[in-house]
């Protein structure tokens, strides 16, 4: 079946270096949606970025990816983190209804 | 826009005791959605309904039942409660070809 391998549990970085967190899959579905969403502290997971077109980067608030199905990688960047960056974020994919979230990497960023 | 109400937000079982879960969404959305999180383990799928009297089993589906009645709502019933189990229980939404919206989640504990 489709699955979503993050293999960062924890990342730390201090305020103002480069963010990369990893996020491949496996899926059957040869168009896949792939998700990154973001979980602060006490709320539910909201949606940050998607894509299903190949190579085209996607961007939102800062954060920037771009689905590559040559490597099946939809890794999530960003050029400078902030404090508020902090929170948990999980890779998702969907072919059709059922939707199959990674196992998260929770950023810490500290001054 | 719209919601996905959960309730209860805190719900305290016994071991041993059947509990359910109440979810109701006003997006007007084909497929509901029924996630487990866990600390370290990600969002895991217990059970999917792509329209009203469907359900399909998740992952995670063992030692849980469903019901979708109506297209608005979806429950889901723990069937015998675990002794120290704690969890967050979020249910979800979603239209096709689009992202997962999710509720601000139930969180278990089994005494």
């Known amino acids: 079946g489709d699955s979503v391998t993050q293999t960062e549990g924890l990342v730390t970085l201090t305020e103002g270096l480069p963010v990369m967190l990893n996020c491949t899959y496996q899926?059957?579905?040869?168009?896949?949606?792939l998700f990154w969403y973001v979980q602060h502290l006490n709320e539910s997971p909201r949606l940050l970025l998607k894509?299903?077109?190949?190579?085209k980067r996607t961007e939102h608030q800062g954060f920037h990816a771009t689905l590559h199905k040559s490597s099946s990688s939809f890794h999530l960047q960003k050029s400078s983190a902030q404090l508020s960056d902090s929170a948990l974020y999980y890779c998702?994919?969907?072919?059709?209804?059922?939707?199959?979230f990674g196992s998260g990497t929770r950023l810490l960023v500290s001054p | 826009g719209g919601i996905i109400t959960q309730t209860p937000k805190f719900l305290i079982g016994q071991e041993g005791q059947k509990l359910t879960l109440k979810c109701q969404q006003n997006?007007?959305?084909?497929?509901m959605y029924w996630y487990r999180q866990d600390s370290g383990k990600g969002l895991r799928l217990i059970y999917y309904?792509?329209?009203?009297?469907?359900?399909q089993k998740g992952d995670l589906s063992e030692g849980y039942d469903a019901s979708r009645e109506k297209k608005s709502s979806f429950s889901l019933t723990v069937t015998s409660a675990q002794k120290n189990e704690m969890a967050v229980f979020l249910c979800?939404?979603?239209?096709?070809?689009?992202?997962?919206?999710f509720g601000k989640g139930t969180r278990l504990t089994v005494v």
């Open positions: 979800a939404s979603r239209d096709r070809g689009t992202e997962v919206f």
């Open positions: 899926t059957i579905y040869s168009n896949p949606f």
């Open positions: 894509s299903f077109t190949d190579n």
């Open positions: 998702a994919l969907t072919g059709g209804y059922k939707v199959v």
């Open positions: 997006f007007n959305h084909d497929t």
């Open positions: 309904s792509i329209t009203e009297n469907d359900l």
